[in-house]
């Protein structure tokens, strides 16, 4: 899909400033299957990788990392490298998001190794991720105009937007809400060792559904009220499953993110099983993901 891209600062919701990026690159449309049953497609890659399909357009979050602590699930050997050259459901990837870097959420190589592997694939990130395929990618030369960096600030927003070239001018597009529109939320990661972390949210529209990606946020009302994400109209979020554990934290969910549907993500491969029946038991909207490469449609 030959496609522009529209990037717009915001502050706390109000439009600050705006510019236009240089086009993904066009390949031929080579795509693999769409997404059939639903609207929208998820498939669970690990820890909070997951792969978002809807018609012939995909995102894929926090997918591409490797061995890290024992206690996150990491995409096998055959499965990364699947994905780093784009083969199969992984041909045609529009969009990269990385959360924060993190090794369970990002690995630099595999991530500029799918860059280089597909031409119309747009990292788009934080400034810290960014530097990190800069540092650790041999051949960053060759793919840096496939990344972007967002503005990140703690409370801000940055929102991009993607819209097919051939028949939307540039001047209008703007206007017009785009085939894929993403919400890049500075949220915090922590205090202490996680306070200097520019760990993004996202609230990503694709298909005509929207699906929220919080990374490792810290739990907490102070870092999302900015946001007014319980008005977003969230159809699916994808939530470290330890918010869920306590009657607390699923308040917080439904209060700051009123989700129709809840997916827990980030589950403690050593109590996968306990966790999974222990969530799902707690609420029925709650659907726990553990086995690589399972799916849901909405
Ligand atoms: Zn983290
Ligand atoms: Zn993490």
């Known amino acids: 899909m030959k496609a522009i891209l529209l990037i717009t600062a915001l502050a706390a919701g109000l439009l600050t400033a705006c510019s236009l990026s240089p086009g993904t690159v066009a390949q031929a449309d080579t795509t693999s299957e769409p997404a059939r049953d639903g609207r929208a497609k998820v498939t669970y890659i690990a820890n909070e990788g997951v792969m978002i399909e809807a018609g012939e357009d995909k995102i894929l979050i926090d997918g591409l990392h490797r061995k890290y602590l024992d206690e996150y699930a990491y995409p096998p050997d055959d499965l990364r490298e699947k994905i780093e050259n784009a083969e199969g459901e992984f041909r045609g990837i529009d969009f990269v998001l990385v959360s924060h870097v993190h090794g369970d959420h990002f690995h630099p190589e595999s991530v500029g190794r799918l ?101 490792d946020a810290v739990m907490s009302d102070e870092n999302f009220d900015v946001f007014d994400l319980e008005k977003a109209g969230i159809d699916v979020a994808f939530i470290p499953y330890w918010y869920l554990l306590s009657e607390r934290g699923r308040e917080l969910v439904d209060r700051q993110f009123a989700p129709k549907h809840i997916i827990a993500v980030h589950v403690d491969v050593n109590e996968a099983d306990k966790i999974k029946k222990d969530l799902e038991a707690a609420d029925p909207r709650v659907r726990v993901f553990t086995k690589i490469l399972e799916t849901a449609t909405f």
């Open 115 to 215: 860059l280089m592997k597909s031409g119309r694939t747009t990292l788009a990130s934080s400034p810290q991720v960014a530097q990190l395929i800069k540092e650790k990618f041999s051949d960053h030369q060759k793919v840096k105009r496939n990344v972007h960096a967002v503005d990140f600030e703690f409370g801000k927003e940055a929102v991009i937007s993607m819209q097919p070239a051939d028949f939307v001018p540039e001047r209008e597009a703007k206007a017009k809400p785009g085939i894929i529109v993403i919400r890049f939320l500075g949220l915090s990661h922590g205090t202490g060792r996680h306070a200097t972390i520019q760990n993004l949210g996202h609230v990503i529209e694709i298909g005509g559904l929207k699906f929220l990606h919080l990374g």
